[in-house]
């Protein structure tokens, strides 16, 4: 089982930006097909947002296309997002996960999370 640690989320105004890390650790990231941020707004389900493969693959839900950008290093087991120009709807609790594809269903370690919050 792979154990993710999230960080970087914290407070920031509409149109601001925020970079989140995650690091993977139990297992080499190299091995791991998808790596993505998912998020959970209160009283909403989990929504994915964005995976990147192993390679040089990504996938994007509609909300996060032009405006975060999902990047990988297998060598330091590390998946980042970027997110710009973000909006009062982008705030959630935004979770890094692994899977054994890009698809979000096939998505099935997941860290604690990190809290983001945008204001108006």
């Known amino acids: 089982q792979v154990q993710l640690v999230e960080s970087g989320g914290g407070l920031v105004q509409a149109g601001g930006s925020l970079r989140l890390s995650c690091t993977a650790s139990g297992r080499a990231s190299s091995s791991i097909s998808g790596m993505g941020w998912f998020r959970q707004a209160p009283g909403k389900e989990r929504e994915f947002v964005a995976a990147?493969?192993?390679?040089?693959?990504?996938n994007y839900a509609a909300s996060a296309k032009g405006r975060f950008t999902i990047s990988r290093d297998n060598a330091k087991n590390t998946v980042d997002l970027q997110m710009n120009n973000l909006k009062p709807e982008d705030t959630a609790v935004y979770f890094c996960?692994?899977?054994?594809?890009?698809?979000?269903?096939?998505?099935?370690?997941w860290g604690q999370g990190t809290q983001v919050t945008v204001s108006s």
């Open positions: 996960a692994t899977g054994s594809s890009l698809l979000p269903r096939d998505f099935v370690d």
């Open positions: 990147a493969g192993r390679w040089s693959d990504k």
